[in-house]
């Protein structure tokens, strides 16, 4: 899951991108609206946390211009404490959830939990497909209730495919919400491979009948009952 | 020849030119000088002489003895009207010298030794100076011919002539030395515009030459090259600006190209050469979409991007991104092993070092060959205090020694051909090397026998240290 982080705070906005990922989120940070605005423009993201006091552009400014253009990646807005009118404002402008400042980092991974959740239509935060269980809360995943020991890039892959289900995606795509910008697709589309084959081992799918193979596309987390 | 050596020579050759003219001027005017005072000597003589032989005569008495002493240094003949002999000096009576009547003075040289006719025991033959003078007193008619034994003055000429060639010597060895020394100072502004022109590179395009302000030629030369680097600067920014606003143009129809094709490629009922294609497609986006994220990241980076600086450990730091590959390397049998001194802690910016990290470590992958090896190693470095080496090397192709300079150029492949086969940007090892300018380190890359590739990144320890 990849995740933009704006905030002109930049002590913060570290702080918040190295506790996001411990948990394996691939994360950018912005330091202003303009900046936001040209990264939320070009690359994919899954998540934006908003900060509403921003230079160049504010967070209203940002988050209006972004849900003019039909952007509907979900936004977390912060805000400072007791800023009813902007909060209201900022809802009523298309964010979809906020937190006062100062927030506790539990709050906040689990609001953008269930933000990720929403976005994808999942009730609960347990991804189930089959015999496999995603529990994108406390990171562990089960194959017919065993725990399956993953690598946290197995992991993120698996939930990237989990929250997508029943949509092709390409290995490019794939890598840029796994790892990021800093690493070469080319490189990451063969290690996207590789992790695959690994994944299938260990959820004892080798015949690829949950995470199927789409020809020449990518992969897609099938999920019949769906 | 060098302009300073070049102004030496001509100020050299004036000064030689001048002093030889003053040097003619001078040993002409010694040659003839001597002899004007003597012709004025020997002329007060004759009158003197004559007068006194006049005054005797009229008196009827014999050549008095005054006259006589009076005239010893003298060789002095005197005749009257009649041309006979009235009077001759001792001297004259000793030696007879030609009589060539006339205003001009002559020469005579004899064979008699000097000393005869002085106490000095000089024995250079005598030469007498001669004067004929015809001298009128109250009405009777004289001739005087009054000589002077001189020294030998073509001896006298030539040691002046030594005299003022040692001084002409002189005179221009001063001219040489100082006209070096005045060629070095008017030089010295050019040459301190040379010293800071040559510091201005393409990297510190924004150095100028200071200005002392004189309005004189060099200043006007500094001012000029000042003139010439601003319009450099500007052209230079407004390149990179120009790549900067492509790159970021560039990006968003990319995107909206890319979701699109990738939501048709949803469609499981495509007729598969109509999938194929679109599979092309995309994984031509995909390059161009690499391509333009690097060339942003490298204008960003050629705009002196600033640096956020923390201290971390590059020990962990490499090992987060190995994590990455891991996989990876595993599935394509790779041996990696590493070798660190410690954890390594550095001051830098560390989003930009796991840039490098990712960079290299992904080279080394996509160039090695199935079963090969990668080593990796950090050190402190050989080459000075606190500086940290980052070593990474790897099996496979290698690269070709004429390659090796150009590898760090912008789309610089080794081998056109497999350029596409290897898959990324061309321009990895470019933001690698400028990253590494940016943090004041360095990087080189050497192959090892056989077909091992080593870069070595040499970075400070900023802070940490």
Known sequence: MRVLIVDDEPELCEQ??????????????AGDGVVALEKIFTDPYDLIVLDIMLPEKNGFAVLGELRGEGVAIPVLMLTAKGEVANRVKGLDLGAD??????FSMAELLARIRALLRRSHEQISSSLIIGNIR????????TLDDQPVNLTPKEFSLLEFLFYNRNRAISRFNMAEHVWGDAFDPFTMSNNI??????????????AGRIIVTVRGVGYMARDEQA | MKIRNRITLWISLAGLASSAVLSLVVFFWGLETPYEFLDQELEIRAHTLTDELTREQAEGGPVARDLERFSHLYWARVYDAEGREIFASQMARKIALPMQPGDQGYLVRTTIPLGSFYSDEDDEPAAFWNRVFTVTVSGARYQAHVARPVESLVGESI???????????????????VGYLVAGKILRPVQEINRLTAEITEKTLEKRIPLAGNRDEIDELAGSLNEMFNRLQYSFLRQKEFVANASHELKTPITLLRLSMEETLQDEHLPLPLQDQLLAQERALTRISQLVKSLLD?????????????TFSLGELVASVVAEFQALMQDQHLTFTSQMAGACVIHADQEKVRRIVINLLDNAIRYNQPGGEIRCRIEPSTAGQGLIALRLANTGVGINPNDRARV???????????ATAHGGSGLG???????????????????????????????????AS
């Open chain 1, 134 to 141: 995603v529990d994108t809360n406390t990171r562990i995943v």
């Open chain 2, 408 to 418: 760090f150029d912008q789309f610089y492949r080794c081998e056109k051909s497999r």
């Open chain 2, 298 to 310: 490298l204008s960003r980076l050629e705009l002196s991007e600033v640096l956020e600086k923390e």
């Open chain 2, 159 to 177: 040691e002046s002539a030594i005299m003022i060639g040692c001084a002409l010597l002189a005179s221009v060895l001063t001219v040489v030395v």
């Open chain 1, 193 to 206: 491979d590789v992790h695959i084959k690994n994944l299938r081992k260990k959820l004892d799918d080798q």
């Open chain 1, 97 to 102: 959830d906020y937190l006062h400042k100062p």
């Open chain 2, 429 to 463: 090892l470019t933001i690698v090397k400028r990253i590494v300018e940016l943090h004041g380190g360095s990087i080189t890359v050497t192959s090892e026998a056989p077909n091992w590739t080593v870069f070595v990144v040499t970075l400070p320890l900023g802070r």
């Open chain 1, 16 to 29: 918040i991108a190295l506790i996001l990922r411990q948990q394996q989120y691939t994360v950018d940070t």
